[in-house]
């Protein structure tokens, strides 16, 4: 039972996470094209793990991150005045490279079908 209540606020922490980040102000984080892409919330809800990537690469997702963390507060009082929980966690950011990292795969993949397409074609 425990476990659903975690999922769902995570999962509405991670939706207003969104919202803030188009509010803010900060050139490292409103600059950059910046994406959540995991939230992950300690069982007491004492802490929250967010994961941001930047399709502009790593070292732009670790400015972005920097950003974050000195706008902690700011979000921190946010997210507790929309989401109507006793205890609002911290917030911990990381930066990760998995935007860039899909990227890479998927062409990759259309590399791939271009290859099978001139295959078929001469067959």
């Known amino acids: 039972?425990?476990?659903?209540?975690i999922e769902r606020i995570t999962e509405d922490i991670k939706r207003e996470l969104t919202a803030i980040f188009r509010e803010l102000k900060d050139p490292r984080v409103a600059e950059a094209f910046v994406s959540i892409i995991r939230v992950e919330v300690?069982?007491?809800?004492?802490y929250c793990t967010v994961y941001i990537s930047a399709i502009e690469g790593m070292d732009r997702a670790k400015e972005a991150v920097k950003g974050l963390k000195s706008a902690s507060g700011f979000i921190r009082r946010?997210?507790?005045?929309?989401?109507?929980i006793r205890h609002t966690p911290e917030l911990i950011f990381n930066a990760t490279d998995s935007i860039e990292?899909?990227?890479n795969?998927?062409?990759?993949?259309n590399d791939l079908d271009i290859k099978d397409d001139e295959q078929s074609d001469e067959e």
């Open 42 to 46: 300690t069982n007491d809800l004492s």
């Open 101 to 103: 990292y899909s990227a």
């Open 78 to 84: 946010e997210l507790g005045a929309r989401l109507k």
């Open 105 to 109: 795969i998927s062409k990759i993949l």
């Open 1 to 5: 039972m425990a476990g659903h209540r």
